[in-house]
């Protein structure tokens, strides 16, 4: 195994890194679902047993809650937490006004009750998550198993009016079968390409029967993190609309980069 990082991974582990920086004492915290998410939870973790901080976490996945407990972290429902003080998620794109794209790891649903639920969002990323405008990754809505093939075609019908080529909705897979997320449900990918109005089209498409939720967190993070394979990061603070950089030092995460393996 070796003990240098990768410069993507250095990338999520110093922006996971900076983001635990606002994370204090007796904090209810949502915690993210995907690879960059999964840094915090180990960055979290080793300040409980190194530090003795003392966080309760939301998780929003089973896959995000079976590493939380792992790492020490308590875990807990958000029906117990009830309200959160902050939550730290990745994303699969950020625009300039940190509007998003999730799902890309199929836990939207959870992840957009959680970051609602919380007085500040923070979102962890690399740069190649930061886009002019939103729509080359494709975006992800989750539906219902029942008639998913009507809601299929209404959503097609929906975007249709977006001028968009070729095969619009797929359904997401999982080996031979549809994928299912935590809540039994199914995702429908929606591949625009570019999404000039996230704000309307998120809530056009939660009008259609048979959908849950879709990908796009309008309005809802704060600030995102973004980090670089040479230890930098930036920090981008929507409320008072400022940026700042700075350096994370990296002391060889040894004993959380062996978790990786
Ligand atoms: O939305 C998500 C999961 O549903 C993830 O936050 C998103 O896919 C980013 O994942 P990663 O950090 O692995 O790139």
Redesign the pocket.
Known sequence: MSATLSAIDTA?FVAAKQACTYVEDGMRLGL???????WLVRCLGEMVEQDGLRITGVP??TRTAELARQAGIEVVSLDEARWLDLTI????EFDGELNLI???????LQ?KIVATASDRMIV???AT?KVETLGAFPL?VEVIPFGWQTTKALLEETVASLDVMGETVTLRMDGGDPYVTDEGNHILDLHLGRIGNPRQLALVLNQVPGVVEN?LFIDICDIVIVGSGDGSVSVTDINDGTTRTGRIEIDEPANLFSELD
């Open positions: 999520k993210g679902t995907g690879s960059t998410a999964a929003t996945s998620d990745g994303a699969d999730k799902g890309g790891g199929g836990a939207l992840e962890i990323a690399d998550k992800p990908g």
